[in-house]
């Protein structure tokens, strides 16, 4: 059961840090703290908008394929893969 | 050969297709017809996924969406993308662990309840019946729009489509038709992007178009060098509209923004596709591979917004701004083409013989109105899909690409109809009929009961898609924002709270479910019957639009589910190795054989 328990916390150590690099690029940069970086130009715009319209999503592409190689790495180190 | 015959033609052999793999697709068994027997490579998932994901609105509406509003409006890219990260590490791989095949048989098995389950059908039926409403009138339009049948017709002939491709594959068949339809849409959406992309920056890659800088030689009293989004601003505020790149008012952005993102995530015919992936890890990848072909799409809408917004200016102010605006017997081929249809319109108000386009409704607009003697904006009718459906002519490409549109947009508006459907059909038969109304049922009598509900149900939908109930426009909020105050908050304590007990869950539910739906009703009217509204917009409560109202009503869901789980005993033993073994990838492959 102990192993388990590790198993689900580095799980959700992973999961945590994921969602808070996707809430900064999407609610952060792309809308609430877009003022902050908007003197990054950005092919006439600022970094803000191209977060709203192109880097959110590609961050959260990132995101889930480096998620799904970490917990697939996770489940082997814990004997749990399938 | 005219334009019309060449849309059948090019519509037709898409639909042989979809015949072709709807024989070959059949299904044999319950696993089969639910979850296409678990076989399918994450990959192919994440294609069908894709397809069963964009609908004929983000397909056809989006970037018209995008492009009347600007920045504010990215709102659509990003909520319905950033959806996926909750899926992918919040429910898709611990669901497919759990092994069975429908949303609510999750609920029911977790929470021990067949009154959980219960609920969670209505709300799953509620979900999707509202949501499949859109995709079959999204259907119509476009055979109307396309092949010059008229809209009934058109909408029969959808509901025909899919009744072979479903009830004789069910999800084996859908998701092979899906990954067809996935491949005409993309192709038909990316050429003529890439090519306008090209015309006004040199760029082949729309998304980068989009941040780069124009051309020479694009007409309009355009400057080469001068990026687009600048010239794209300049151009708006000189006619007296919105600046492209402005924000409004970023908390309610951020709002909406949230309540679609845990909408999708909590959407059960998106969810279901993960249960058909052999393993755990595979609905991990194939939650990215979604993603991936979804962002093909998406990253390309808001450029394909941007430049046909920019091409209808120039081509209505051919000198710029400054200069005349275009005579009405200079207009492009095009632009009577689609005169004739009615989605663009043009009156000479002020009798010139040119037609000015501006917006008559700001102060800079009249003041632009005053300056040059126009008697308000002749450019009467601008409808918004006009922006995708009429790209591959303002890009001047051949025939054969303009017939693609047309079968990527009936593709679009199928494929999701298709997913909906099952995710109705499995509802009733597995959930109702199997589990609640006749557990011994046989494994061919529970397939006939499933090819049965799933005909039944796209009766139900061609029947609301002649007769659209009243509130056509408010249903895509609801199916959000009841997603998300509903489903998702119930499926994520399932996985991540142990103690998390039936009494709990059925609370929140139903909190979710009536705080949305009172929320709802208030300000639209009860069940969206017009004027029965009690409040208006000016009464919001925070100044939030029940648009907004999914992450709130999934506050409810969380908070109410906490405090009935403290306040009752904890769930039995059983249930909690259940959750943990949820918890564990290992044993996945084994749920195949139940």
């Known amino acids: ?82 | 050969m005219d334009q019309t015959t060449l849309n059948f033609i090019v519509v037709g052999l898409s639909f042989a297709l979809y015949f072709g793999i709807a024989i070959w697709a059949r299904a044999g068994s319950t696993a089969e017809f639910y979850a296409a027997g678990r076989g399918v490579n994450p990959v192919v998932n994440g294609m069908a996924t894709a397809a069963d994901w964009m609908s004929a609105a983000s397909f056809i509406s989006m970037a018209g969406l995008i492009a009347f509003v600007g920045y504010n409006n990215s709102l659509f890219l990003m909520g319905w993308t950033g959806g996926y990260v909750l899926m992918a590490m919040l429910l898709a791989p611990y669901l497919r662990k759990f092994g069975k095949y429908t949303v609510p048989e999750f609920v029911g098995d977790r929470y021990y309840s067949n009154t959980a389950r219960v609920v969670a059908v209505i709300c799953l039926i509620v979900i999707s019946v509202t949501y499949v409403i859109g995709q079959m009138s999204g259907a119509g339009v476009a055979f109307a729009r396309f092949l010059e049948v008229d809209r009934d017709t058109g909408l029969y002939i959808a509901g025909a489509v899919v009744f072979v491709y479903a009830v004789l594959g069910g999800m084996k068949g859908i998701t092979y038709t899906q990954v067809a339809q996935y491949c005409v849409l993309i192709i038909a959406y990316t050429i003529p992007a890439i090519f306008i992309s090209l015309q006004l920056t040199g760029n082949p890659i729309p998304g980068l178009g989009l941040f780069s800088s124009m051309n020479e030689g694009v007409a309009g009293g355009v400057e080469a060098g001068v990026p687009l989004l600048t010239t794209l601003d300049g151009l708006l505020t000189d006619l007296g509209f919105n600046e492209y790149t402005a924000t409004t008012n970023p908390w309610l952005m951020a709002l909406y923004t949230l309540s679609l993102m845990i909408g999708t995530a909590g959407l059960p015919h998106v969810i279901i596709r993960f249960f058909t992936v052999p393993k755990v890890a595979d609905a991990r990848w194939s939650a990215g591979w979604a993603l991936v072909f979804i962002a093909l799409l998406y990253l390309t809408a808001p450029a394909v917004g941007a430049m046909a917004r920019l091409n209808i200016i120039t081509t209505m102010w051919p000198e710029g701004t400054q200069g005349e605006a275009v005579a009405q017997e200079d207009l492009p081929d095009w632009f009577n083409t689609w005169e004739v249809t009615g989605l663009l319109g043009t009156e000479d108000l002020n009798g010139d013989g040119r037609i000015q386009y501006y917006n008559e409704g700001s102060a800079e607009g009249q003041a632009f109105a005053e300056a040059n003697g126009l008697e308000g904006n002749e450019l009467v009718t601008f409808n918004r899909d006009i922006l995708v459906l009429a790209n591959p002519e303002i890009a001047n490409l051949p025939g054969w690409v303009i017939a693609l549109i047309a079968a990527g947009g009936i593709a679009a508006a199928l494929s999701t109809a298709a997913g909906l459907l099952l995710a109705i059909s499995s509802a009733i038969s597995h959930d109702l009929i199997k589990s609640v109304m006749n557990p011994g049922i046989s494994e061919k009598g529970e397939l006939l009961a499933a090819r049965i509900s799933m005909a039944g149900a796209i009766v139900v939908a061609v029947y609301l898609g002649l007769n659209p109930p009243g509130f056509a426009a408010q249903v895509v909020a609801l199916a959000f924002g009841l997603a998300a105050a509903t489903l998702f908050p119930t499926l994520m304590m399932g996985i991540f709270s142990k103690r998390m007990n039936s009494a709990g869950a059925i609370a929140g539910m139903l909190a979710g479910l009536i705080s949305t739906c009172l929320y709802l009703f208030l300000y639209l009217g009860w069940f969206f019957v017009p004027g029965t509204n009690m409040l208006d917009s000016s009464q919001y409560l925070f100044g939030i639009p029940p648009t907004h109202f999914g992450p709130i009503g999934a506050l409810f869901n969380f908070g109410v589910a906490f405090l009935v789980s403290r306040a009752t005993a904890e769930p039995p033993q059983e249930i909690q190795d259940l959750v943990e073994s949820v918890r564990i990838p290992r044993g996945a492959g084994g749920a195949l054989a139940k």
Not at chain 1, 13 to 39: D, E, H, K, N, Q
Not at chain 1, 40 to 50: K, S
Not at chain 1, 54 to 60: A, D, R, T, Y
């Open chain 1, 1 to 82: 059961m102990s192993e388990n328990n590790a198993y689900w916390s580095a799980n959700l150590r992973l999961v945590t840090i994921c969602l808070v690099i996707w809430a900064l690029a999407s609610y952060g940069f792309a809308i609430l703290l877009r003022p902050l970086i908007s003197g990054i130009e950005v092919g006439g715009t600022d970094l803000g908008f191209w977060f709203a319209q192109q880097g959110s999503i590609l961050v959260f592409l990132f995101l889930i394929f480096f998620y799904a190689w970490r917990m697939n790495k996770i489940d082997r180190d814990h004997g749990v893969d399938e």
